[in-house]
């Protein structure tokens, strides 16, 4: 929940005798964009650039070898906690590793799972792993928005447990084995056995208060996801 993301803007002069774009200009943009302020708990992960413009000419996605006077860059900054970050290399190091970069989880995901075409067109890529659910935005081959929430599965199990009165694990294996989103999703609305603890003996519940009970965090959660994408 710690990461952030911001849209910057930015520009170098060209110099050279024949005002051809390299990448060296490209490194100059990006040097410039490092030195913005963010909090001093923050620092900055990744920067994307979203498009270029050469001479107030938008929609250009390289401009290496083209030729202008002033080179402008529509940036994706993503800014991440410092201590997270230092947690995260410190539990990599005392497990005998070294971290080589880091990467926002989204856009790993999305080199997995997206194709070329489906971020050029346009695309929303929803990640619900068990602490968060990340969301990436892609449009015209590039990220236009990143957000991590702090609902996931993990919430789903917890609300099983606190309406059932169960322990953690039994309610994940009720989750998978017999969970639905939404109640029309329900294929047949079938008892399920709940395990006594302690003093208290074995129950019954159907299938369809247990998706009640999942599909009022599903809603809060695409709530939520629908909000940062509008």
């Known amino acids: 929940e710690h990461i952030t993301s911001m849209r910057h803007r930015n520009y170098v002069t060209i110099s050279n005798p024949d005002h051809e774009i390299t990448k060296a200009d490209l490194e100059r943009l990006e040097e410039d964009v490092r030195t913005i302020r963010v909090p001093s708990d923050r620092q900055i992960l990744h920067i994307i650039p979203e498009e270029f413009s050469i001479d107030h000419q938008p929609g250009i996605e390289?401009?290496?070898?083209?030729?202008?006077?002033?080179?402008?860059?529509?940036?994706?900054v993503v800014l991440a906690s410092i201590p997270?970050?230092?947690n995260i290399k410190k539990s990599v190091d005392r497990a005998g590793f070294q971290i080589r970069e880091y990467i926002l989880q989204p856009l790993a995901s999305s080199v997995s799972v997206l194709e070329d075409s489906e971020k050029d067109l346009g695309v929303?890529?929803?990640?619900?792993?068990?602490?968060t659910t990340d969301i990436a935005i892609f449009h015209?081959?590039?990220?236009?928005?990143?957000?991590?929430?702090?609902?996931a599965g993990n919430q789903v199990t917890n609300d099983i447990r606190e309406s059932l009165g169960i322990i953690s694990d039994e309610a994940?294996?009720?989750k998978k084995e017999y969970g639905y989103a939404t109640e029309?999703?329900?294929?047949?609305?079938?008892?399920?056995?709940?395990?006594?603890v302690g003093a208290r003996g074995n129950t019954k519940i159907p299938v369809s208060l247990l998706t009640q009970i999942i599909s009022l965090r599903m809603r809060e959660l695409f709530t939520l996801v629908d909000n940062e994408i509008r």
């Open 62 to 76: 390289n401009p290496i070898g083209m030729s202008g006077m002033r080179l402008e860059a529509s940036n994706h």
């Open 84 to 86: 997270a970050m230092q």
């Open 124 to 131: 929303a890529l929803i990640d619900i792993g068990g602490g």
């Open 140 to 151: 015209k081959r590039t990220i236009k928005h990143s957000k991590v929430i702090g609902v």
């Open 172 to 174: 994940e294996i009720l």
């Open 184 to 196: 029309s999703a329900i294929i047949k609305d079938e008892d399920i056995l709940i395990k006594g």
